[in-house]
């Protein structure tokens, strides 16, 4: 029985594909690329904001063609657009077969075996349940790297996040199974880990009563084979010493922080739900690079929030221009239906969001440009992530750079690497937000 897995949305989502492939794997299922020759379709969905809401939809219908001509025999329908409009796919979309919620999808299998069978039904479990499996999760990433969900869901209801309503109240995995995947996935030849979570910092406060992220960093990095270690999605208010001072004792720890602060006006702030001021934002920055120097921070930023006036867009502006982030992203804002910033006054056209949208990320490409050239003439330590087509050279990653979202460093060397090996590289050049190097002998 072949499956073809597709895995829409976040790195959240990503785990928990990889989680079901394992399952699938386990009972013989196989996988396929080719959507023709599959019997099962599996499509793990996102809707955190519009643009990726239409991409689900639109997932689901172009898969379902292939119940009328081709060989698929079941549609299963997962993730967070399963989990908010459950009844709904069944009834619009005829062709889908089961819709499993955000934490149903252990189920998986049963879910294809009842499909195939003829039958059709949502499957939904407590929305604060906490799936553990242990089965092996098959790593999608290519080996070298992969992401760690040490928690699921989020107490902090921002008015513009639907994500508490359909991933549940925050919930830590226990430190113990944490540190057996990790082992797990270093035994594979993983050498960097990836720790996500709707937020981080957070980790571990419902289970042992106070924030235990440093002490789950320091156990990681006891694990032979792991290189590298990356924090993603850290709320700046729950920053705290403990954490900074494991950041600058564990060398395996990259000076990385994801720091998704959204804003920088404090009105603005207060109207998303968010839990710092500006000062508050200045003081924290201010704290992690005294502390930890060559520290990269990234954060994401919402434009066009309503309400915002262009006075509070240009204090952002200046806001941005002042941090020199090393990494930015930003995202006009998508009034999501059951949030309270859907219903708020004064919002913001279109066309508006995006002119201020395209003003920061103009700005910001100004800094990065900048930064990338400040880095010519500087050694830096290098994970291979492959080869560059018909030509002496690698392309991978600093401690600067998480995959996906953030730059890449081009290698050139006549000796041959493999990837996941670490290099050191002398950076030799900057093409925008791109580096090159050579490797040092």
């Not at 009842?114 to 499957?123: C, D, T, W």
């Not at 989020?154 to 919930?171: A, E, F, L, S, V």
Request: proline residues 3%; hydrophobic residues 35%; glycine residues 6%.
């Amino acid at each position: 029985m072949k499956v073809l897995f597709i895995s829409l949305g976040c790195d959240k989502n990503l785990v928990d594909s990889e989680v079901m492939l394992g399952l699938l794997a386990e009972k013989g299922y196989q996988m396929t690329d080719d959507e023709t020759e599959a019997e099962v379709i599996v499509i793990n969905t996102c809707c955190f904001i519009h643009d990726a809401k239409e991409e689900s939809i639109q997932t689901i219908l172009e898969m379902a063609e292939y119940k009328k001509e081709g060989t698929l025999k079941a549609l299963i329908v997962t993730g967070c657009l399963a989990q908010r409009y459950q009844q709904e796919i069944l009834d619009e979309i005829p062709e889908v077969d089961e819709v499993l919620g955000t934490t149903s999808y252990p189920e998986i299998v049963d879910a294809i075996e009842n499909a195939l069978k003829g039958r059709a039904e949502v499957r939904m479990t407590d929305i604060d349940a906490l799936p553990l499996v242990d089965t092996a999760r098959q790593v999608t990433t290519g080996g070298h790297f992969a992401y760690l969900k040490i928690a699921e869901g989020c107490d902090k209801h921002c008015t513009y996040c639907i994500i508490p309503k359909i991933r549940g109240n925050y919930r830590s995995v226990p430190m113990e199974r944490l540190i057996k995947e990790a082992e797990g996935l270093a035994e594979k030849g993983v050498k960097e880990l990836i720790l996500v979570a709707q937020e981080t910092t957070l980790y571990g406060k419902d289970l042992y009563g106070e924030k235990s992220l440093h002490r789950l960093l320091k156990e990681l990095c006891r694990i032979s084979g792991i290189r590298w270690i990356r924090i993603l999605y850290c709320y700046p208010e729950e920053i705290d010493d403990n954490l900074i001072q494991v950041m600058k004792e564990e060398p395996k720890i990259c000076h990385y922080v994801d720091l998704p602060i959204q804003h920088a006006n404090t009105d603005i702030l207060k109207r998303m739900g968010r839990r710092t001021s500006k000062e508050q934002l200045e003081e924290i920055i201010g704290k992690l690079r005294k502390e930890i120097p060559d520290i990269a921070v990234r954060t994401t930023l919402i434009t066009g929030f309503p309400g915002e006036t262009e006075e509070q867009h240009q204090e952002l502006v200046d806001f941005v221009d002042e941090m020199e982030f090393d990494r930015l992203g930003v995202f006009t804002y998508s009034p999501e239906e059951d949030t309270p910033a859907a219903e708020m006054e004064g919002q913001i056209p279109e066309e508006v969001k995006e002119d201020r949208q395209a003003e920061i990320m103009e700005l910001q490409q100004e800094i990065a440009f900048e930064q990338a050239e400040d880095m010519v003439g500087k050694e830096v330590l290098v994970m291979i992530e492959g080869k560059v087509a018909d030509e002496n050279a690698y392309v991978g990653r600093t401690y600067k750079d998480a995959p996906n979202v953030d730059g890449l460093i081009f290698v050139n060397t006549e000796e041959e690497l493999m990837s996941g090996d670490f290099a050191r590289v002398k950076v030799t050049g900057a093409a925008e937000y791109d580096l090159i190097g050579e490797l040092i002998s």
